[in-house]
């Protein structure tokens, strides 16, 4: 079981960015895979971005091109910087480990 805590939410204007942080409780190479969801009200929870332990990256298509999903393994931290910002992008965003150790999420808000 892994504890992940997130953080860097927030209020932003469109176009402006974020980076969200996930600090993990162990080692992060020894988690298969760390994830970023997000779900807004009345939807879904849906998959951002992804990476695995051997560094391989996937992204929704909704943010390919905007979101970035990295790690620093000195820090047990994954983050998720967050470019172009639009309104649809406000959602609560949660960190998820492995096979579905969750944060408490925190919250993007988009709007001018």
């Known amino acids: 079981q892994v504890q992940v805590v997130e953080s860097g939410g927030g209020l932003v204007q469109p176009g402006g960015s974020l980076r969200l942080s996930c600090a993990a409780s162990?080692?992060?190479?020894?988690?298969?895979?760390m994830a970023w969801y997000r779900q807004a009200p009345g939807k879904q929870r849906e998959m951002v971005a992804i990476?695995?332990?051997?560094?391989?990256?996937n992204y929704a298509d909704s943010v390919k091109g905007r979101f970035t999903i990295s790690r620093d393994p000195a820090k047990n931290t994954v983050y998720l910087q967050m470019n172009s910002l639009k309104p649809e992008d406000t959602a609560k965003y949660y960190c998820?480990?492995?096979?579905?150790?969750w944060g408490q999420g925190t919250q993007v808000t988009v709007s001018s």
């Open positions: 998820a480990a492995g096979a579905g150790d």
């Open positions: 990476i695995t332990s051997g560094g391989t990256t």
């Open positions: 162990r080692n992060i190479f020894t988690i298969n895979a």
